[in-house]
């Protein structure tokens, strides 16, 4: 299978942080021609310092980092105190910063520059919220039919949300940004609650990963217990596994539709099966579904045993 080129969009955040690492511990299969980072789980600038030490974490000051959309398209987000992922989005460890710096170009210019200059060969993976990847979108419009193809952590096309309008967090932020997105004609595989709730974190697997766990692996599985006391689900990891090995995952294909009315179920997808893939002018997205969740759990442990902490994390 061809090495996939791919700009992951991301709100580090804990999950987000498994889901860069999985990649760093995937040469054969990803190269990462860029990391976005994009208000969600914490303030961006949050999420960019996050990406940066996440990155330093794995010795992967290699790959450019840039920062992106600092709020919603259309309704600002009050940032909330402590979450799932910690008052600095990392658990709250001490993670150390890092050294190198991001990037002086904004993340949607990058965006745009990227698919500009290799049409058809990148895979955008949102795994936040949307704002960037819609905001590429509607400055440059042309960039919709030279993405090879997205694949996301977001939604909840046929099971409950995880927010009070019954939306999935990543959507409720920015709703409109999703409805850009998904209405663009660009082929697309959604990784929602459907599926990320059944990639969860039991003691035993805590128990495994924490065998002969090298310091990284403790970093990440400090992180991990952290983040697990309140949302075990791996939601993110999902989508970046999909792309190493795609028969962990199985699903359909249906129309989602975003709820954009402040007063109703704000940020809620809805889903239509179609047939054969077609819908009837609409944009299709294949919505997986289903999980191997102990072979997707096996390939994680696997990979993030390959990865090598920087000095002063082996010291
Ligand atoms: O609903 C889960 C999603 O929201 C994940 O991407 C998590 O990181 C948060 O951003
Ligand atoms: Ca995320």
Request: with cysteine; proline share 5%; aromatic share 4%.
């Amino acid at each position: 299978m061809a090495k996939r080129r791919i700009i992951i969009d991301c709100d580090p955040g804990v999950d987000d942080a498994i889901a860069l690492l999985l990649a760093f511990a995937s040469p054969d299969e990803i190269e990462i021609v860029g990391i976005t980072t994009v208000i969600g789980n914490v303030s961006q600038p949050a999420t960019t310092r996050n990406a940066l030490r996440i990155a330093a974490m794995a010795n992967r000051q290699d790959i450019p980092i840039y920062a992106g959309c600092s709020r919603p398209i259309i309704l600002p987000h009050e940032q909330r105190g402590a979450s799932v992922h910690g008052t600095d989005g990392l658990g709250d460890l001490g993670v150390p910063d890092a050294t190198h710096a991001v990037q002086d170009h904004h993340a949607v210019d990058f965006i745009i520059d990227t698919i500009l200059r290799e049409p058809g060969q990148i895979t955008l993976c949102p795994i936040g919220p949307m704002t960037n990847i819609a905001m590429a979108l509607i400055k440059e419009p042309s960039i919709a039919a030279k993405i090879r193809d997205i694949a996301f952590m977001g939604g909840a096309a046929f099971s409950a949300g995880n927010t009070a309008t019954d939306a999935e967090f990543n959507i409720w932020i920015d709703p409109h940004a999703a409805q850009v997105v998904l209405s663009s004609g660009i082929p697309m595989t959604m990784f929602g609650l459907d599926v990320t709730r059944h990639a969860t974190l039991t003691q035993a697997r805590f128990d495994q990963l924490d065998r002969d766990a090298s310091p990284i692996m403790q970093t990440a599985i400090a992180m991990m217990r952290h983040y697990g006391g309140g949302d075990a689900s791996l939601h993110d990891p999902c989508v970046i596994a999909f792309l190493i090995d795609p028969t962990l995952f199985r699903g359909v294909d249906a129309v989602i539709e975003v709820d954009c009315d402040e007063a109703g179920s704000y940020g809620r997808t809805r889903a239509t099966l179609v047939e054969n893939g077609r819908g009837q002018g609409q944009s299709v997205c294949h919505v997986i579904t289903e999980v191997d969740d102990e072979r997707l759990f096996q390939l994680i442990d696997r990979r993030l045993r390959l990865l090598r902490p920087t000095q002063e994390m082996a010291a």
